[in-house]
């Protein structure tokens, strides 16, 4: 199954808001000026993870925002552990040399603008996740074995939201995650989120 297109497809319809803002001649610095970038612990990434995001369209008392984020670790550990051989119906002695993990969460999000500091937000997104092991085997002919493990999680949100005069950014949301492959298949989780707004000065464009 090709996954790709649940990545992509976000991203264009980010881009189409964007072209549909200015088509229209709406003050596009008003609307599209303002961009986040912040790092998020726990919420839709299970640990931590940087995050860009970018308003694409303004309405009077609310705004839409893409965002995507990212993480990686790689762990390293010596420590022998030990897997069964169906096949020959044997115990095997294993040491993982590494275990890299990889999250990609990419989110559209409604912000409130009712007041200027103290925001409610509601969302939609997916989480790309991506586990890569590699294990040296000590009695193998060949030593090394590897195995990936791929998997995407719907993750709901709603949330509070402040942003300061000056940038501060402070998010904290409730992000339950749905996975198929488990019993229950949704689990409750929250975030919290620390970053900066990067605003611009006002300038008025031409109706086209």
Not at 29 to 38: D, F, P, R
């Amino acid at each position: 199954m090709n996954l790709k297109p649940l990545f992509i497809l976000p991203l264009i319809y980010c881009c189409f808001l964007n072209n549909k803002v200015h088509a229209r001649g709406i003050d596009s610095t008003k609307s599209l000026s303002k961009s986040s970038v912040y790092f998020e612990f726990f919420g839709n990434n299970f640990l931590y993870s940087i995050n860009y995001e970018l308003k694409v369209a303004e309405l009077k008392t609310s705004s839409f925002t893409g965002r995507i984020g990212f993480f990686y670790q790689d762990k390293v550990s010596n420590e022998p552990v030990t897997r069964s051989d169906i096949k020959n119906n044997t115990t095997v002695l294993d040491s993982f040399s590494s275990v890299t993990s990889t999250f990609v969460p990419i989110h559209i999000s409604w912000v409130s603008h009712k007041t200027k500091k103290h925001h409610l937000e509601l969302g939609l997104g997916a989480t790309y996740f991506e586990r890569n092991s590699s294990s040296s085997n000590f009695f193998g002919p060949f030593g090394q074995t590897s195995l990936l493990y791929t998997r995407i999680f719907l993750v709901p949100m709603i949330g509070y939201r402040y942003t300061s005069p000056n940038g501060f950014l402070f998010r904290l949301t409730f992000t339950p995650i749905y996975n198929r492959y488990i019993v229950p298949q949704l689990k409750p989780y929250a975030g919290i989120s620390l970053g900066y707004t990067i605003r611009r000065k006002k300038k008025n464009m031409e109706r086209f």
